[in-house]
């Protein structure tokens, strides 16, 4: 079969709920995938940042494969011997002091959601049904009820109502408007660090502390989605660390499952962890001991090959040199890291330099209409990056 067979199958079956861009992928190793064709591309995307350590990295493919031939589901009706190992190491690698286990993205924000809510009764008093949490403009946290709910982005929520109540909106990286919508029962505060699917959003340097010292004020939750941010993605191990805020509750996921199974958690203390008791929150397929060694297995390879640091060098390699690509329609170039997009003028279709990248052999997707992200897999090297910001001078400078 061939790539326009594929599609059409997809077009056929699928709900269309997704307009991915025309092309195919059936392999994929590192950095690179290729079609049914055999032409062979750059991913630029990673899966929105779920493949940080390369597709088909060889360490999580093992743990995977060991796994699978001893034990793979046991729900939590049963204790199992790997979902111990996993928390205890993601305790370690993010500084908290327990972890809850998910499966996806949204999930774990939900999880951040009834902890704060739970908390706010709880802890702070705050009357069961009256609990607001603060979130920004322009938020991405997934697809459940509960995420769109948050959501300015009239394609995510159109006709899904009645939402959820209980959230209340202010406009991203302004801290008055922020200050100014706690009241007594504000539980919490939930913001992505930068925001991924807004466009690489990056705040003013100081934002995160801003919030950190809001919510020390007025005893309010500090949730800080690093589901896109969070795993060596911006040059550091969570986006937060940039500013040293530490936040009460991290939302994971993504490339916590190495690109090879959806892993998702939320860390906290004791002091907010403890409000869940049994059978107050759970998941089928939460912890299981499949996604906890492949879990392992992705930690383990960020660490050894010290993906933070590198992200941050190639990060600035990447910036400094697509600034000086002679295109008349780019704006700007922004990120941390090797979290960074490209923003057109306004009504600029990067729609179509995405198929021409296509075409040049390197994929990467466009948001908003007009940014395209560029995050390639944090296992890059240094010659592989250069040859991509080739591939991307050559098709902006057309433009
Ligand atoms: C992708 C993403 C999610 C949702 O993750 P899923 O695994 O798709 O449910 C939540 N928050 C942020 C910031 C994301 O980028």
Request: glycine share 10%.
């Amino acid at each position: 079969m061939t790539t326009k067979d594929f599609i059409e199958l997809d077009e056929k079956y699928g709900a269309h709920n997704y307009h991915p861009l025309p092309v195919v992928i059936s392999w994929a190793q590192g950095v690179k995938v290729k079609d049914p064709e055999g032409k062979e591309y750059f991913d630029f995307l990673s899966a929105y940042s779920a493949v940080n350590q390369g597709h088909r990295h060889p360490k999580i493919v093992k743990a995977l494969v060991d796994q699978a031939q001893v034990c793979t589901l046991t729900s939590r009706a049963f204790h199992n011997d790997r979902m111990g190992g996993f928390l205890k190491r993601l305790c370690e690698y993010t500084g908290y002091e327990m972890a809850l286990p998910m499966n996806t993205g949204a999930e774990a924000v939900e999880t951040a959601i009834k902890a704060a809510r739970r908390w706010g009764v709880e802890v702070k008093g705050v009357e069961n049904g009256k609990q607001e949490i603060i979130c920004v403009a322009e938020n991405f946290h997934g697809r459940t009820l509960g995420a769109i709910s948050m959501s300015s982005d009239p394609e995510s929520t159109v006709n899904y109502g009645p939402y959820v109540p209980g959230f209340v909106r202010v406009p991203y990286a302004d801290i008055d408007a922020m200050a100014k919508a706690v009241t007594k029962n504000t539980v919490a505060i939930l913001v992505e660090p930068i925001q991924g699917e807004a466009g690489v959003c990056v705040p003013y340097d100081g934002y995160l502390r801003d919030i950190r010292a809001l919510c020390d004020k007025h005893n309010i939750l500090f949730i800080a989605d690093e589901v896109q941010t969070g795993f060596c993605r911006t040059g550091k191990r969570f986006a937060w660390q940039h500013e040293g805020a530490r936040p009460d509750v991290m939302c994971l996921g993504k490339a916590l499952g190495g690109g090879i199974m959806p892993v998702s958690a939320i860390v906290a203390d004791h002091k907010v962890m403890d409000v869940f008791t049994p059978g107050t929150h759970g998941s089928t397929f939460g912890g299981n001991p499949l996604a906890s060694a492949v879990a392992i297995a992705a930690m383990d390879v960020l660490e050894d090959e010290k993906l933070d640091e590198h992200a941050e060098k190639l990060g600035k390699i990447f910036r400094d040199e697509v600034a000086k690509i002679p295109c008349k329609n780019m704006v700007k170039v922004r990120g941390k890291g090797l979290l960074n997009a490209v923003l057109f003028k306004d009504g600029f279709e990067a729609w179509n330099v995405c198929l021409a990248l296509r075409d040049a052999g390197l994929l990467a997707k466009q948001t908003h209409g007009n940014i395209i992200r560029f995050a390639p897999p944090l296992v890059i090297t240094e010659a592989e990056l250069r040859q991509a910001i080739g591939i991307i001078s050559k098709v902006l400078s057309a433009y």
